[in-house]
């Protein structure tokens, strides 16, 4: 079976690991914790990083620090998975979709005005599969409406809009390590920002909001939340750091050799890279066109039939029973992109036989 995408484990993971558990620092307090925040504030280019135990937590966090809540609207692409939307409703907020581009498959930023109202309270582009947002039309909505903007970057580690990091542009913004990114810890998110207010802000809400007063008594002056990464996976985590621009390396190598194989197949419209962007390539996604002759489920199948792991496009949340009747724009794009869009292999680990395996049946699925 090729996978569509698992972890690379290659470099200092189990000697970080046995410090922690040989010291009996194992839990949320520890070196590596600490230094996991250092050293992704340092590789993204932040001011400060606030590790969480997972992605969903980062941007829930993140939203908590805003302030957004009960009867804010937060602007937010149905084209992706479900839990940065979960979050806006964890907080008490709603919804509002907006459709995307149907050349780099994220948030169409020129469309955003059309659905902002006065309970307008943020705006949170998700970077799905790698490529980034239009983040400068994104910036100058959110100064004209004096609107938050939450970038959720949990697929596009190591990405760049305009020479910065993906996750940086915004207010604040939100990377996911779960198995399947481009580094993992198991589990685990991180939330950055520029903003040292909101760091502090974020960090004292993810550690229970705990004061220790002084005779070493907890006290804890507001609602707080256990969003805190333990030391293991925090070492885990730097471990992977160490590696990740190898990492980021063979993504686009990846990326371009199956742009090599597929580009003369007709009926299949390739991942693009805008001029002022640099993708991650986190998951190779591909447009299956009418011209193909077969359908995107069609060649899913044939896919999996000859044990490759493929995957449709995240299916459209506007048309899940708890999303249904929120507010949104016309989002025709999204639902032909969803209909059309699908995942192949794309771990580090994959290798150039494989790819030449995958595109050799997918050249061959529509005869």
Same mark, same amino acid.
């Given at each position: 079976m090729?996978p ?5 484990i ?9 410090d @922690?558990i ?8 520890g ?8 050293k992704?504030? =340092?590789?993204v280019?932040?001011?400060s990083?606030?590790?969480t135990?997972n992605?969903t937590? *980062?941007l829930?966090?993140?939203? #908590? ?6 009867g804010?609207e937060?602007? !937010?692409?149905?084209l992706?998975?479900i839990?940065?939307i979960n ?5 008490? *907020?709603m ?5 995307v581009c ?12 059309? !659905? ?30 004096n609107?938050? !903007?939450v970038?959720?970057a ?8 305009n020479?910065?990091?993906a996750?940086?542009i915004?207010d604040? +913004? ?5 198995g399947?990114k481009?580094?993992t810890? +198991?589990?685990?998110g991180?939330?950055?920002t520029?903003?040292? $207010?909101?760091g502090?802000?974020a960090k004292?809400?993810?550690t229970?909001t705990?004061?220790v007063?002084? /005779? ?6 507001e ?6 990464m333990?030391?293991?996976?925090? *070492? ?11 990492y980021l390396k063979?993504k686009?190598?990846n990326?371009v ?7 003369e197949v ?7 890279e805008?001029? /002022?962007? =640099?993708n @991650? ?9 009418? =011209?193909?002759g $077969?359908?995107?489920?069609? #060649?899913?199948?044939k896919?999996? =039939?000859?044990?490759?792991?493929a995957?449709?496009?995240?299916m459209?949340?506007?048309?899940m029973?708890?999303?249904?009747n929120?507010k949104?724009g016309?989002l025709?794009?999204?639902?032909? $992109? ?9 771990s580090?680990?994959l ?6 395996k ?5 050249k061959?699925?529509?005869?």
């Open positions: 090729i569509l995408c698992v972890p690379e290659r470099g200092n993971e189990l000697k970080y690991v046995k @922690c040989d010291t009996n620092w194992v839990s949320s307090v070196s590596y914790v600490n230094l996991f925040e250092d992704f504030s =340092e590789y280019g932040s001011k990083a606030v590790v135990m992605g937590a *980062a829930q966090l993140a939203l #908590l620090t805003l302030g957004v809540g009960e804010d937060v602007i !937010v692409p149905s992706t998975f839990s940065p979050t806006i409703k964890y907080v008490g *907020a919804p509002v979709f907006v459709d149907r050349d780099t498959f994220v948030m169409d930023a020129q469309k955003i005005e059309e !659905v902002i109202t006065a309970k307008t309270k943020a705006i949170m582009p998700v970077h799905i599969y790698g490529h980034p947002v239009d983040m400068k039309s994104v910036m100058e909505i959110a100064l004209k409406y609107l938050y !903007v970038e959720d949990t697929e596009a580690l190591g990405s760049t809009f020479g910065k990091k996750g940086t915004g604040i +913004g939100c990377f996911s390590f779960n399947n481009i580094i810890t +198991g589990s685990g991180m939330l950055v520029n903003n040292l $207010i909101y502090d802000r004292f809400l993810s229970q705990k004061v007063t002084e /005779n070493k008594a907890f006290y804890h002056p609602v707080g939340y256990n969003f805190r333990p030391n293991l996976l925090a *070492a885990f985590g730097v471990a992977q750091l160490e590696n990740i621009k190898d063979i686009r190598e990326a050799y199956y742009n090599e194989l597929l580009g007709k009926g299949i419209t390739l991942p693009i805008k001029e /002022n962007v =640099e @991650c390539f986190w998951l190779y996604s591909i447009l299956i066109e009418d =011209e193909y $077969i359908t995107r489920d069609a #060649l899913v199948q896919l999996n =039939e000859e044990k490759i792991e995957r449709p496009f995240f459209p949340i506007h048309g029973p708890p999303y249904k929120c949104h016309d025709s794009v999204t639902a032909e $992109i969803y209909a059309r869009g699908i995942n192949l292999p794309s580090v680990g290798k150039k036989q494989d790819i030449e995958i595109c050799e049946i997918i061959k699925a529509n005869k």
